[in-house]
Structure formats: C-alpha cells, structure tokens
Nanobody, 125 residues
C-alpha cells in the first residue's frame, strides 16, 4: 500500500488549499483514512478522519468548521479542503490509512499502519 499526498503550498492567511492523497492498493475502499499534521518543533497531531464508507467523520477542535475531509472510493483518493487558513496551520500534512482502524482509534497515530510522505502547507500572515 502506498500513499501519495499532494496539494500543499504557500498561501496567505484567510486563503484556501485542497490537499489530495492518492492510495494504491486494494484496501482503500475498506480503509479508514485520516490527515495528521506536524509543525516545526512539534509532535504530529490529528487533523481529520473519515471511515471507509464516509459515514462518520471526525475533526480536531482546532480545524472544525474550517477544514473538510472527503473521499472518492472510485478514485482511491481522500481530500482535505482547508479554508480560512491561519499561520498556525503551517505544517507538513500527512495522510494515513488502515483497514483495521476503529472509530475509537481514528484520532490516534497508532491506529494507522500506512502513511504518505507528507505535503507542506505554509500560511503567511
């Protein structure tokens, strides 16, 4: 299983970006998917997650109402729409996948066995 994140870039505060995570391998349609981020000097933190069916979605409080996670199982792709960006959103964003992750562990790093390399989002003030 391979994950490739893309879509990062430099944007002004208040702007928007759309991140993409393309997943190769047959497990995508049965996998929970998530986005995490890691700012310089900080630990990796949960951003958003979506179950395999899209029936349940979870967000970190810091991004709720500004970010939207979605998926297209036909395209083996998960998306993260970032709106109303703030300088504190600056980080490398990673996508993660696992077909064994449960709703109770979707916010946890340890819930995912497969990770992409990340895409950098920089928000200028």
């Amino acid at each position: 299983v391979q994950l490739q994140a893309s879509g990062g870039g430099l944007v002004q505060a208040g702007g928007s970006l759309r991140l993409f995570c393309a997943v190769s391998g047959r497990i995508f349609s049965s996998s929970g998917m998530a986005w995490f981020r890691q700012a310089p000097g900080k630990e990796r933190e949960f951003v958003a997650a979506i179950t395999w069916s899209g029936g349940a979605i979870y967000y970190a409080d810091s991004v709720k109402g500004r970010f939207t996670i979605s998926r297209d199982n036909a395209k083996n792709t998960v998306y993260l729409l970032l709106n109303s960006l703030k300088p504190e959103d600056t980080a490398v964003y990673y996508c993660a996948a696992d077909n064994t992750v449960s709703r109770w562990t979707m916010r946890n790093l340890s819930g995912y066995r497969f990770w992409g390399k990340g895409t950098l989002v920089t928000v200028s003030s």
